[in-house]
């Protein structure tokens, strides 16, 4: 018995039971420790990850591709790999090389589990970016929600003239960033935001497009951030859009997970930008969460009056929005996000998807310090 044993034990089978184990080990505590203590999970994110992010962000930027979708292509192929391999092998009878393959994509899975907790999912739970900027999120009146969005409409309206736009058949003008380098300008945003709040200052590389942005529109996803802490975000969407999401995925990888939070903080790098198009991309959109909030709390006929007061740019920018939006409403946009719904729960989102909502909360905070 000791002999089989002792047979059984390899020194690669014991080198790899005690790296699933403490792969497990350290997936399952960092993910306990930081919910149960915040201060934890603060800690790590602004000495360790704070470490990691500038070392992994660097190594990342060398590849003009992204790694995350390169990774996601991999993992595709590599499914279906695995599915001819066990269908041939159980033909075969071939057990034990089974079992060996199927070790090996434990293996797999626990290390990309690990890395997740590591390079994200702790961050999710460190303290709000509201702690930081000195906002008090409160409950706020209806009035004060209106005259919110008659500021940000004022804004919005201010900056037309000097915008860019190209002109579309059967729209119009329509607004573009064919004249910006954005993804330089994106970089310049949030490290100018970084010297107005220190604890978003650092290290920042270039966004980059994803290759298949078109398949992020059916699954009406227009960026993505993970555990190769890289800022990839949908190239095919409205440019309009595409400006905001940079500063978006940009913003997580200063430790900010919570989609409300890196949705104002990309309108905070908008609207201190020096680039007019990132400010006008900044406003329209931060002005989308707060006329749908107008419409669900006053009704529609403060959100139709509200609405009219726009220039007819702004309302030609929404119309090409939705039109392309509308060309991607498929069952597999309803699943994407069913899976991103349960994804942000799973992560201390307790609202979901609706977690997007919340910036509104933060921009009538941020309007309320402004105005006092």
Known sequence: MKDRIKAYFTPRRIAYYIYISTALIVTIVFSVIPRRNPDFAEWYSTHIYHVLQAVISRIMSVFPFSVYELLIICGIILLFFILYRTVYLIIKRSWGRIRRMYARVLALLLTLAMVFVLNCGINYHRKPFSYYSGLTIEKYSTDALIELCEALIAEAN??????????????????SLANTDERSEAVAAMKKLGG?????????????????????????????????????????????????????ELSHLRGFMREDEAGFIAYLACIHSDNVNFQYSGIVNALVYVLNSVYSSCGASVYTELYRTMDSQIMR??????DYWDRFETPVAEVADAVNNAYLQANAQTDGVKSYGRMVDLLLAYYSSQNN
């Open 317 to 322: 920018d929404y119309k090409y929005d939705s």
């Open 158 to 175: 201010a900056l037309v003239p000097y915008i860019d736009t190209v002109e579309l058949e059967g729209y119009g003008s329509i607004f």
């Open 196 to 248: 107005i709040y220190p604890v978003l200052s650092g290290y920042y590389p270039k966004p980059k497009p994803v290759l298949f942005s078109k398949v992020m529109s059916y699954e009406f996803i227009t960026g993505v951030y993970s555990f190769t802490i890289e800022a990839n975000y949908n190239n095919d969407v409205p440019d309009y859009v595409k400006a905001y999401t940079m500063c978006h």
